[in-house]
């Protein structure tokens, strides 16, 4: 699925020039939390969120401990603070450095970028115009969306469920040895020394996904540790 796919295109957004009071209301109105900043030509120039306004001197929260020393040479960072917390309007607070996707990016990319710069939503360019936001929301409902794994006319046979397994563990570090997995009657049965229980559950759970898979079962052992480890 590409990012076109899901993205949200009923886009609310704010300018340079609103006031924080107005941004927090709109957050709070409409139950988001981060829009992005669009100035009078229409061009994306930032995103503001939560997290702009949590430190505020309205709210008494502008304070911010630091250790003696830090403060002697981050002086750039307590005037960066200063603007955080008594700014006035959006152009002051918004982060500028804004990490955007064009609307044919394929959605493991845009969880990747999330994931990697742990951020919430990312804004849909498409020839440099915001046309929509992805967010972690729209991709949950992606997934609560896609169809159920089809169920096979034919039962694979145990032969045809084990060669499935093999090669979708190919090349995984943390996979087991082939002679240490069995399939019998639709069952995998899971033999051998393991070096760590998420390599068990990891192989547990590429089994499971296999169509024609009715359980697995799991008859392995800890590798056993070293004397004097």
């Not at 924080?20 to 120039?45: C, E, F, M, Q, Y």
């Not at 804004?123 to 896609?146: E, F, K």
């Not at 563990?169 to 069952?187: C, Y």
Request: no cysteine; net charge negative.
């Amino acid at each position: 699925m590409l990012t076109l796919d899901v993205m949200t295109t009923t886009i609310i957004s704010v300018k340079p020039e609103t006031p924080i009071r107005d941004v927090a209301k709109v957050l709070a109105d409409h139950r988001i939390s981060g829009v992005p900043v669009i100035n009078a030509k229409g061009s994306l120039v930032g995103v503001i969120s939560e997290g702009d306004l949590i430190r505020r001197t309205e709210l008494d929260t502008d304070e911010r401990r630091r250790s003696w020393w830090l403060d002697l040479f981050s002086s750039d960072r307590q005037a960066e603070d200063y603007i955080k917390s008594h700014a006035r309007t959006v152009q002051d607070v918004m982060t500028t450095d804004v990490i955007s996707v064009d609307d044919e990016t394929p959605l493991s990319e845009v969880a990747h970028i999330m994931e990697t710069h742990r951020i919430k939503r990312v804004p849909v360019l498409r020839d440099g115009r915001l046309v929509g936001i992805v967010s972690r929301a729209n991709l949950v409902q992606a997934l609560a969306s896609a169809p159920a794994q089809p169920t096979p006319d034919v039962a694979p046979s145990d032969r045809e469920i084990r060669a499935r397994l093999m090669g979708e563990l190919a090349g995984q570090p943390w996979a087991f040895a082939g002679r240490n997995i069995v399939v019998s009657d639709g069952v995998v049965h899971l033999w051998g020394v393991f070096r760590s229980l998420e390599a068990v559950r990891a192989v547990r759970v590429a089994a499971e996904a296999i169509p024609g898979v009715k359980r697995v079962e799991d008859h392995t052992e800890p590798y056993p540790a070293m004397p004097g480890i």
